[in-house]
Structure formats: C-alpha cells, structure tokens
C-alpha cells in the first residue's frame, strides 16, 4: 500500500503546477457560487451553497481520483506493470483511495480557509465534528463508485474518461449540491435517491443548523443539530458504502480478468 | 498454448463483424533453470503475446503454462513474486525521476527502499549511467538510457526468471553492447533463467543456448545456433531463419504493422 502512496504522493509533487491550478480554481469556484448567497442578503442560502460546494469539492476529487487511477496509468503506460506486481487488488485499490481521501482533505482545508477570506464564517456552532463523521461515512460509497467507474477505460480509455465525466455530472444534478430536490423536474427526483451525495449534503446541512425543523435558531445565530438527528443519513451512507466496496471491487476483478482473456491491458497510447 | 484476439470491426449501425486472429498457435516449449532461451520472429509472430502470458497480464484460450513449478493463471500471484519483465516501451512515470520509479517498485515488491535503492544504482552504474542523472526526469532521459532504468529495474528485484521482450530494440550500439555484457554477466553470476525475444540474429546467437523460432503465432523450429544452422543447411542464423519460417526479420523492424497485428 504504501508503494501506491508514495507514487501519488511524487506525482503530485511533479506535477505541483496543476494541483495549485486546480486548487485556485476550487477556491475561487467556491467563493463565487457562495457570494450569491451574500448578494441575496440570506444567511440560510449562503450557508446552503457553501455546504454544496464544500461537500461536492470533497467529494468530486475523491470519486475522480480513484475513477481515474486506471486512465492515469493507460496514458502514462504503467498499467501493465502494475498489474502484474505481487500486490493484490484489495491493496492497490485501497491505497490508491487512501492517497486520494487524504489529498481530498487537504485541498478541502484550503477551500475552506480561502473561503474565509471572501465571507464572514461562524462555525462557532456547528456540529464540525458531527460533519467529519459524514464526511468519513461517505467517502466508503464515493469509493465504491470510484472503483466502479475506474474500469471502464479499460473498455476504452478514451470513452472511459469521457463516461466517468458524464457520471459526475449526473450526480451534480441529481444530488441536491446547490437547491432543493423539490426543484427537480418531478421524473428526475427518483434518481436523487442513488446518490450517497444527497445524503451527506441532507445530513451536513441539518449537522450546520440549515433549514426548518433541523437545527435550533438562537441568539440570532443558526444552530447545529445533533448527531442523533443525521442518523437514518448515517445508516443509509453506511449501507451504501457496505455494498459498493465490495461491488466495486467485485466488478473491478470481473473486468480485470476480462481485459487479462482479451488483451486490453495492452498499453495503446 | 494457444491465443486468439478477437477484434470487432463495425459494418453498420448496428452490425459487427468480429475478426479472429492466431496469436500463438499450438506453443509448445520447455527453458530449463538457469538457461538463456531466445524467441526470434517478426513482429506479429506471437513473442510479445507470450512475454505477456508469462508475465500474467493475458490468459491463454487454451493449454497449459507452467513457470518456476506454478500453473498459470491460477499461482499468478506466486509467480509475479518470481519474475522480473522488460518490454520494448520503457513504462515509466515519466514525470518521475528514475529513484522515485525504481523506489515506487522497491515498495511494490515490499523491499527495503534503501538496499533496494542501492542495488538498482549499482546496476544502473554498471549499465553506463552515472549517478547525477538519478535524479532527472525520465523524460529528460534518451530511449537507451530509459531502457537501463527498466533493465535496473526489474533486476533491482533479483527474480530467478527475467522476461525480456526485445530490450535492445532501438539502443545505439554502445548501449546494446552494455546491456548484452550485463545480461552475460547475470547469467554467469546469479544463474538467472532469461526467456529472451529478440529481432536481432546476432544477439540472440551471441547469448542464447537455445533459440526458437517464430511465425505466425507457431513456433517453426527450436535447438541450438548450430543444430538450427544444420537443420536448415545454412551458413548464417538469418538464412536459417529465413529458410525455415519463410520470412524476413530485416523488413519488419519497423513498430506496428499495417494491418494493426497484436506482437
């Protein structure tokens, strides 16, 4: 495992230009969607788009790295030689995805603090730790779909890129990141329930006191809830992350062996 | 063994036609332990389809493989422990220096990095490469140099088997010469068995005991430089060659063919 990390780990120094590029545009991303809220005079709404945006930030590097770990290594001509070394799947998989949450959290701090720069923050009483458990329960699912979608640019590593982007555009959509669901066209609702995003975006806004009935408004100052009351949130991130490990890791094995009879390991390009 | 691709050609919108063809047919043959064994063929002749088979990244449609007393695919886990492959694209991180490549396998085969490390460098040293450029990208690097690195690093792991898949394709001829006193040396010093596949009639009589013949996905003829020579009443390895496949190494050196045949 710790080959993977010190891999990734090199290769973002090498290629630090593009992570501080990528990152500026998350930070400044960030600020311009939550200064809407600002422009609007509503608290309630900055808080909303903020959480969206920070949670999707998070979320969006973690399933991408891990979705395109296999389309890094068909470009750069790797793939071979990492599968044919002594390490199993299991490992290589989870050491990939450790890099990758660990890489996911430090860009997130950053956003959040040059968040700071552009909007007056009090998180004084939100349930901060209450969302790193949502956070960490989430990252299992994001995970198993990750690992779902890094086969497939082994079908084809061009269309496999351009399909894993498709599939993170639909959960934008579907997940709640920025409005309600109720905002849906009433056929696309349905979908918002797949998304472990919409999930975790439900329980971290009940976790910063957004919303109605799900934190406690006092002192003019929004109240976050407790954890007890993000636990059918929990539950189902939890059950979802159970089952889309393993099924990512059950389809990543299935393709492999596939690729391994029809020769598409075979580096092309 | 045997091994066919299957390539899928569209006819229509929704009509395939699917094209079947041989890339090893009916291989049979036997490198016993501390022996260097030569594949010589074309491209499209099957040598990269068996490197790849031995080295667990493709599963025969049919037969039996056996490497270092493990069937494959079933032990490939035991067998990837047990070799160390080169192939004719140096796969690198390119971004990445050689010691981050070479410490990147150090970890993959769970060696201490250090001694590791050290064996690699003495190997790349030995190979002509001096030690300011560990540190460079391996973009900055030539083929012949990048090749090394590749040499180095599947032999930084000491496997008892070393698959070699064309690794003096492309080098200036001092490089060649360096790579091929180093493989000599290797055999002479470790024991290690070597399945090499080559282009080169040369090459492959300076340092094979046994050659086999390839064409076709078939293995044509297999002995010694000399028993091949005899067989084939020829003075030289190419006439050989040429007599008992009939085929030509010289016109197919070139990468890829035309008709996108899988090596």
């Keep these: 495992m710790m080959a993977f990390i010190f891999r990734d780990f090199s290769l ?21 969607i939550a200064l809407i809220g600002v422009a609007a005079k509503d608290e309630q709404l900055t808080l909303t788009l903020i959480v969206g945006v920070l949670l999707w930030s998070f979320l969006s590097v973690l ?25 199993s799947r299991l490992i290589h998989l989870f050491g990939v995805s450790l890099y ?5 959290i430090v860009r997130l701090v950053i956003v959040v603090g040059a968040l700071a720069v552009f909007i007056k923050l009090d998180l004084s009483r939100a349930n901060l730790w209450g969302i790193l458990v949502v956070l960490l329960v989430s990252s299992f699912a994001f995970i198993g779909l990750g690992l779902m979608a890094a086969v497939l640019p082994v079908f084809s590593p061009e269309r496999g890129a ?10 934008l959509l579907v997940s709640g990141v920025y409005y309600p669901l109720e905002v849906l066209p009433a056929w696309l609702q349905p979908f918002a329930k797949l998304s472990p995003a919409t999930y975790s975006l439900s329980a971290c806004r009940k ?51 596939w690729a391994k009879k029809t020769g598409k390991l075979k580096r092309t390009g | ?33 501390g022996e260097t064994y030569g594949l010589l063929g074309p491209n499209g002749s099957g040598k990269s389809t068996l490197i790849r088979i031995l080295s667990t990244l493709l599963i025969p449609d049919h037969g039996e493989v056996r490497l270092m007393g493990h069937k494959l695919p079933d032990e490939e886990r035991a067998v990837r422990w047990k070799i160390g492959r080169v192939s004719v694209d140096a796969a690198f991180y390119k971004r990445l220096s050689a010691r981050e490549n070479l410490l990147y396998s150090a970890y993959l085969y769970g060696l201490e990095p250090k001694g590791a490390e050290k064996r690699a460098f003495g190997i790349l040293e030995r190979l002509g490469i001096e030690s300011r450029r560990f540190s460079d990208p391996l973009e900055e690097m030539s083929r012949g140099m990048q090749q090394k690195v590749s040499i180095a690093r599947a032999l930084m792991i000491n496997p008892p088997m070393l698959l070699l898949d064309e690794p003096t394709t492309g080098l200036d001829p001092k490089s060649k010469r360096d790579v091929q006193r180093f493989l000599e040396d290797l055999r002479e010093e470790e024991g290690t068995t070597i399945l090499l596949t080559t ?9 094979c005991a046994r050659i086999g013949f390839l064409a076709h996905g078939s293995l044509v003829a297999e002995g010694t430089a000399e028993e091949l020579k005899s067989q084939a009443q020829s003075v030289t390895l190419e006439d050989a060659f040429i007599k008992m496949t009939g085929e030509k190494l010289s016109n197919e050196e070139e990468e890829g063919g035309k008709n996108d045949r899988r090596t």
């Design chain 2, 199 to 207: 282009h080169d009639m040369n090459e492959a009589e300076h340092l």
């Design chain 2, 1 to 33: 063994m045997n091994k066919v691709f299957r390539k899928r050609k569209r006819q229509g919108i929704f009509k395939y036609t699917v094209n079947e063809q041989w890339a090893v047919k009916d291989v049979s043959f036997e490198v016993a332990q």
């Design chain 1, 162 to 171: 351009e399909a894993t982007n498709i599939f993170q555009g639909c959960l």
């Design chain 1, 63 to 87: 399933f991408n790295e891990i979705a395109s770990s296999v389309a890094y290594e068909r470009w750069e001509g790797t793939l071979e030689y990492t599968f044919m070394a002594p390490v």
């Design chain 1, 100 to 104: 990758s949450a660990v890489y996911s």
């Design chain 1, 207 to 257: 976790l910063m006191g957004i919303g109605s009935g799900q934190g406690q408004q006092g002192q003019g100052q929004l109240v976050g809830a407790p954890i007890s009351e993000v636990v059918p949130e929990l539950l189902t991130l939890t059950l979802m992350g159970v089952v889309m490990v393993p099924v990512g890791l059950w389809v990543f094995g299935h393709v492999e062996r």
């Design chain 1, 12 to 32: 973002t120094k090498r290629y630090l230009g593009w992570v501080v590029v990528f990152t500026f545009y998350a930070m400044v991303n960030s600020a311009t």
